[in-house]
């Protein structure tokens, strides 16, 4: 790979849809594809995929294409697919249930390790074999298991809370659900979903076409 080479934000947000592109074409039994068919399954140019990888590195064959296999596993090592982290869920709510069941973790090589709530009813259970803990253990079960993300499945008011619980505790990133903005120490990454700013986009973009139809 190469070093010391600024890589844009586009690029990495592209480098995601690669690998579950090929992990897709893997599972259909393509050996070989081209930068064409590649962009084609994406939505991007063949030109911008070979920018994008250029980026990291050579890979593929003039005339012949990308190994599927092989160029799968190294972008999953550039992603850091490679290193096996360990995850926390805190808050059992729907979403925290939801990703709690979420099986594909596994298989992109996030393990979670643990899932925190205040409901003594839950604590104590077990999903997918993961223990529930209370909320109150967190400082104590984060480094315990050796955990590197949390995610926050909170009520907003509850976030931030949690999010210097996580800090403070050890956590290298935090995947934020909670629709509110988080204050993090610079050290850590921090990467906030915000479903309703999702829906409310599509719902600026659907109105807007309805206008223009009126």
């Known amino acids: 790979m190469k070093e010391h080479i600024v890589i844009s934000k586009a690029t990495i ?6 690998f579950r592109t090929l992990r897709t074409l893997q599972e259909e039994g393509a050996e070989i594809i081209s930068s064409e068919e590649l962009g ?3 939505g991007v140019t063949p030109e911008q995929i070979r920018k994008d990888l250029s980026s990291f590195g050579e890979f593929g064959k003039k005339g012949v294409g990308y190994y599927v296999r092989e160029l799968m596993r190294n972008v999953g090592e550039i992603l850091g697919l ?4 360990n995850i926390a869920i805190v808050g059992l709510g729907h979403l925290g249930s939801a990703l709690a069941n979420y099986r594909n973790f596994v298989s992109l090589g996030f393990n979670i390790k643990a899932i925190f709530d205040v409901d003594r009813e839950k604590v104590g259970q077990h999903i997918q074999d993961v223990e529930v803990y209370s909320l109150s253990r967190l400082t104590e079960i984060i480094p315990a298991k050796n955990i590197h993300i949390g995610v926050i499945t909170v009520p907003a008011q509850f976030a931030q809370q949690v999010a210097d619980k996580l800090v403070a ?3 290298r990133g935090i995947w934020n659900f909670a629709p509110v903005k988080l204050n993090v120490p610079e050290h850590i990454r921090l990467i906030s979903e915000d479903l309703s700013v999702g829906l409310t986009s599509i719902s600026y973009y659907l109105s807007r076409q309805l206008i223009d139809e009126d």
């Open 82 to 85: 490679h290193r096996n982290w």
């Open 169 to 171: 505790a050890g956590v």
């Open 40 to 42: 084609r399954r994406i």
């Open 13 to 18: 947000d592209r480098l995601p849809l690669y």
